[in-house]
């Protein structure tokens, strides 16, 4: 037993199964806290049976998994700024009835979901939220960004944060390169609190040619937003 999960990560063995008791969960470091990290091997983290919740207040990062390793979230609520990034993946990371919920800061505007060159991601009944922001901040969280990368939704909801004008809200998707395949899902776009300048776009194709093909699933911009931008 640890009540330090990240000693729990470093210390399991490739392939290990980490029941996570209910509670507040933040990485080493003081004031600021590091991310949780899975770093290069197979891993499984889910919530033990019963409430309270499981909640990371610091971040996850799963990077480095090799092909034929496979990472396995299941269960958990993640908040914080930049609340999960998964990058540099050969192998599968699977989030299943996992909450990301942004949270804006008053200087920046962030992105709640950081997906960067890997091979198989996939998210199955999954609430992906981007940030609502502070009052009077010129800020907002977008929720999901993927650069070369391979992306599945099933049964899950990705919503970009409001704004509060003047800046943009945030878009629910954006995909640099890469595939993403959506079954049963809805992407949509964050609205404004004050209609000023439009809502965020739902699903952003961007540069590198990203092909995305959609299956009993809705994308919507958020209130005066488009739902698929150019």
Same mark, same amino acid.
């Given at each position: 037993d640890f009540s330090n999960l990240q000693s729990a990560i470093d *210390? #399991? &063995? $490739?392939? $290990?199964?980490?029941?996570? =008791?209910? %509670?507040?969960?933040? +990485? @080493?470091?003081? @004031?600021? !806290? &590091?991310?949780?990290?899975i770093d290069g091997k197979s891993l499984t983290i889910q919530e033990d049976v019963g @409430? @309270? &919740? /499981?909640?990371?207040?610091? %971040?996850?990062? /799963?990077?480095?998994? +090799? &092909?034929? !390793? =496979?990472?396995?979230? =299941? %269960?958990? *609520?993640?908040?914080?700024? /930049?609340?999960?990034?998964v990058e540099d993946c050969a192998g599968v990371v699977w989030f299943e009835d996992v909450i990301v919920s942004g949270q804006c800061t008053p200087f920046e505007s962030v992105t709640s979901t950081l997906i960067d060159h890997c091979d198989q991601v996939i998210f199955n009944r999954c609430n992906l939220i981007?940030?609502?922001?502070?009052?009077? #901040?010129?800020?907002?969280?977008?929720? /999901?960004?993927a650069t070369q990368s391979k992306v599945h939704l099933y049964d899950t909801l990705v919503t970009g944060g409001e704004s509060n004008g003047p800046v943009p809200s945030a878009y629910g998707m954006r995909m640099d390169g890469g595939l993403l395949m959506a079954s049963g899902s809805t992407i949509r776009g964050g609205g404004t609190a004050n209609q000023i300048p439009c809502g965020g776009a739902g699903l952003w194709l961007a540069s590198g040619f990203p092909k995305a093909y959609l299956l009993d699933t809705t994308v919507t911009g958020g209130e005066g937003g488009?739902?698929?931008a150019p």
């Open positions: *210390t #399991a &063995a $490739d392939g $290990d199964i980490l029941l996570v =008791r209910g %509670g507040s969960y933040a +990485g @080493p470091g003081f @004031p600021l !806290q &590091a991310p949780m990290t @409430p @309270p &919740a /499981v909640l990371l207040t610091s %971040g996850l990062v /799963v990077r480095n998994i +090799g &092909a034929g !390793q =496979r990472v396995v979230v =299941r %269960g958990i *609520t993640v908040s914080c700024n /930049v609340e999960l990034v981007g940030g609502s922001p502070f009052a009077f #901040a010129e800020t907002t969280s977008n929720s /999901v960004h488009c739902g698929l």
